[in-house]
């Protein structure tokens, strides 16, 4: 509008300009303001979300820690199902594995294991889960699914305890060779390996290597 317009002219303006874009602006407001208290909305429940998934999870360390495992697997269950995708749920997982493992309940620890492999938001948590994973197969004597959970990790992790593990898995197939080879290269890996690897590699009949 230009300041030359008298006080009708600006009024019959305005009227027209409302009524050829009055609509789209009504609607953009709206747009906005949904888009702005959604975020708001969203961001609130995120943090509730995630303040319940860190109670449950507490809460199972707790019963675990105080001996009262029933409780524990209970929670942690509660916890996988409520919050599937929390990185809580997945530490959860984790411990319950190990809980079934000390029980003797191999199925339930690999069972859990794997649903940390399937839905861990992030892929460290999810490539411990398959190292964990991996010893649980090669204890059981299943070396070729042992050996997949292994080649699916990234090559950047845990590079000596892996290595460690494919020296078990080839010593427990027979095949000595791959087994110093691969100790070998777990006791020149950069990250800490168990003192037990000298002494396996040794064992075979190598001595340590220069």
Known sequence: MTSYMNEDEQLEAV??????NGTSIVIGVVLGLAVLFG????KSYRVAEGQAA??????M???????????????GKRLLGEHTGSVYASFAALKLAQ???????????VENLGWVVANAPDRVIADLARVRL?????????????????????????????AEMRGDIAQARGDLEAARRAYA???ASPDEVLGTVRLKLQALGTGEPS
């Open 15 to 20: 009227k027209k300009w409302w009524k050829e």
């Open 39 to 42: 975020w708001q909305g969203w």
């Open 54 to 59: 860190s109670n449950l999870y507490f809460s």
């Open 61 to 75: 360390q707790n019963q675990g820690a105080s001996g009262d495992v029933d409780a524990a697997l209970i929670t």
């Open 99 to 109: 809980l079934a493992y000390a029980r003797g309940d191999k199925a339930s620890a």
């Open 134 to 162: 991996a010893r649980a197969y090669l204890d059981q004597g299943q070396w070729d699914l042992a050996s997949a959970q292994l080649d699916a990790l990234e090559k950047s992790f845990m590079p000596g305890s892996v």
């Open 185 to 187: 290269e777990a006791l």
